[in-house]
């Protein structure tokens, strides 16, 4: 059974940074494509990035510049470097990891202040 553990969410300044973890139970991280949305309350949940296997990544135009994701296939985790963030990043971002099925964390909450 496969789990998604997030962590490293929290509040920050405006202009400040953030670093989200997320840790994947199993075997099969290392041959899937992992990446990080987010949901603010009344919205649907949105793309911030992501990863494949082979390391190509995909961002949201909104986050071009500003965030990084990356994977450390040894140990089973995926990273989100936020920097320069500001208050309408603001949301809780979700861990999601697919290979034949979507896998999601239970989220971590950013709140940036103004």
């Known amino acids: 059974q496969v789990q998604l553990v997030e962590s490293g969410g929290g509040l920050v300044q405006a202009e400040g940074s953030l670093r989200l973890s997320c840790l994947a139970s199993?075997?099969?991280?290392?041959?899937?494509?992992v990446g990080w949305y987010r949901q603010t309350p009344g919205k649907q949940r949105e793309l911030v990035a992501t990863?494949?296997?082979?390391?190509?990544?995909n961002y949201a135009d909104s986050v071009k510049g500003r965030f990084t994701i990356s994977r450390d296939n040894a140990k089973n985790t995926v990273y989100l470097q936020m920097n320069s963030l500001k208050p309408e990043d603001t949301a809780i971002y979700y861990c999601?990891?697919?290979?034949?099925?979507?896998?999601w964390g239970q989220g971590t909450q950013v709140t940036v202040s103004s």
């Open positions: 199993g075997t099969i991280f290392s041959i899937s494509t």
């Open positions: 990863i494949t296997n082979s390391g190509r990544t």
């Open positions: 999601s990891m697919k290979f034949l099925h979507d896998y």
